[in-house]
């Protein structure tokens, strides 16, 4: 009864460590100290009045979930900026409070989805450039300089400088990726991945993340099912084309083949090309056209912002 009512009201295990918790509240803590501290010095007891309670949301989200996309710098400082924009935008055409309101964050939330922004407190701030009275109308668009960016960008700087102390934190989430090589290999004979080797990944990995062992079980399923779709190594390689290397984490790498020597026969001649994702990025390199193609797992395409396999 009692896992029954954990799961219906969605209490999920915590597998952070408690040094974990603590730094996160001690990051929240001199983030907003240092945003607050600025907005009085600088915008004096206006600063006071106009103190964002988003910020306190994005506090956690900066310095509880550093390695999140929601908490990324262009999320931070992009969600808070375009939402502010689309408050005050629906402040001053909109004249019934009732619908401007509502206005304001439903198209912060369209504007960030569109804008690659996605950071729920600017829904916030959306909402303050709305309802928050004389001294926040009488700024106009300049509330989006004084006190939104300037804001942003303070407590996305102080959760630079405070999550580097911390090896396993290192933000944005970019630096984190060559903080810790794996030296695990790329194949996995005879091994296959249960719901408990998640669980005491995501345990080792000793950060929140956003999700559930379940939801992750169900993911590593679906992507299996993609996976199977198409094993073959591709059959021609051409100047031009993108190849996806079909391997995870650190070792993913999509290459671009820069030229191939053509010399009648498909397995024949030599190839040059450019890493442009992933691993070794912008590196480039000469191999022969069969080393480019056992080294290939399928040809990709960039589709909304992603790679995705060519035909599918």
């Known amino acids: 009864m009692l896992g029954e009512s954990r799961a ?7 597998t952070t460590s408690h040094r974990e918790k603590w730094v996160s509240s001690v990051g929240a803590f001199v983030g907003i100290l240092a945003v607050y501290g600025l907005s009085l010095w600088y915008l004096a007891d206006v600063g006071a009045l106009l103190m964002l309670a988003s910020m306190g949301a994005s506090a956690v989200l900066l310095f509880a979930v550093p390695h999140g996309a929601l908490s990324q710098p262009w999320a931070v400082i992009g969600g808070h900026v375009v939402s502010a924009g689309v408050g005050v935008t629906c402040q001053l055409i909109i004249p019934e409070l009732f619908w401007a309101s509502a206005l304001a964050v439903g198209g912060a939330v369209a504007a960030m989805y569109y804008l690659r922004c996605i ?14 009275g004389p001294d926040v109308y009488a700024l ?6 004084t006190p939104v960016l300037m804001n942003a960008l303070t407590i996305v700087l102080v959760a630079v400088l405070f999550n580097a102390i911390f090896p396993w934190r290192r933000y944005p989430f970019h630096w984190s990726r060559g903080s810790t090589p794996r030296t695990a290999p790329s194949q996995y004979p005879g091994v296959a991945l249960t ?3 998640l669980a005491a990944a995501m345990e080792r990995l000793n950060s929140y993340v956003d999700i559930t062992t379940e939801e992750l079980t169900e993911l590593m399923e679906l992507a299996r099912e993609h996976a199977e779709r198409q094993v073959e190594h591709p059959e021609t390689v051409l100047p031009g084309g993108f190849y996806s290397n079909g391997e995870l984490g650190k070792r993913w790498c999509i290459r671009q083949v820069i030229d191939a020597e053509e010399t009648g026969k498909s397995t024949d001649g030599r190839v040059i090309y450019k890493n442009i994702a992933g691993g070794d990025n912008y590196d480039t390199g000469l191999c022969t056209r069969e080393e480019f193609r056992n080294w290939a797992r399928f040809e990709v395409i960039e589709q909304n912002g992603r790679w995705v396999k060519k035909g599918l």
Not at 8 to 14: E, F, R
């Open 140 to 145: 106009g668009y300049a509330y989006l300089i």
């Open 8 to 14: 219906l009201l969605g209490i999920a295990g915590n």
């Open 195 to 197: 719901q408990e080797d």
């Open 119 to 132: 950071h729920p407190p600017g829904g916030a701030t959306a909402l303050a450039a709305v309802i928050g």
